[in-house]
């Protein structure tokens, strides 16, 4: 791109264009050098992000709310998602948790992190099941309510807690049973009128 500052001026100004995932890698290139915090959170956050300038983001950021961005982009580079995941600051590891390119290693480790890390990692659906079914009997309600919401949460473990103490939990996995009814249910319908058409 010839002029990337005119583009960035045509839509809206950095901070909205650091948050447009139609932004040129030029575009966002240019943006991630800016000093602006609301700038460089939103450049982190853009999932159109090339993984060479997170990198070059996370080792030149010292700002929390940029770390914290760079940790839930699927992007970073899994080296880089270690070290936020060993970080001292919870919504970094958090974002970490969430992130679907976790190596499962770590994700194992932030499973046995602060309720709000743990239930960012019940969430993700790259959560290893044999986690995801020890955050499934955890202490707190709102860490077993996001394992019942995971797609992998074996069947057997989602029953179990649609008998759970809390009912919001118990309110999930039914609607969860009941889903994964209905998506099976439409499978095997399409599997049907696929070979019936053939």
Not at 66 to 86: F, K
Not at 169 to 190: F, K, P
Request: proline residues 7%; aromatic residues 4%; neutral net charge.
């Amino acid at each position: 791109m010839k002029y990337p500052r005119i583009w960035v001026a045509a839509h809206g100004g950095p901070v909205e264009a650091a948050w447009d995932r139609t932004a040129p890698v030029e575009v966002l290139v240019l943006l991630s050098a800016d000093p602006d915090v609301g700038v460089q959170i939103g450049v982190a956050t853009n999932t159109a992000m090339p993984a060479e300038v997170l990198r070059r983001m996370f080792e030149a950021g010292k700002d929390l709310g940029t770390l914290e961005a760079i940790g839930g982009n699927p992007n970073t580079p899994v080296d880089i998602l270690r070290r936020l995941a060993a970080h001292e600051d919870g919504p970094i590891r958090r974002k970490v948790g969430g992130n679907p390119k976790t190596p499962a290693e770590v994700l194992e480790t932030l499973a046995e992190d602060v309720r709000e890390v743990r239930y960012e990692v019940a969430l993700n659906r790259s959560t290893p099941e044999p986690v995801l079914v020890n955050l499934a009997g955890d202490d707190h309600p709102s860490v077993r309510r996001a394992a019942a919401v995971n797609s992998k949460l074996p069947s057997r473990v989602l029953h179990r807690l649609a008998s759970d103490e809390n009912v919001d939990v118990r309110t999930v996995a039914a609607e969860s049973i009941r889903i994964g009814a209905a998506q099976r249910q439409r499978a095997a319908y399409e599997r049907a009128w696929k070979e019936k058409k053939v």
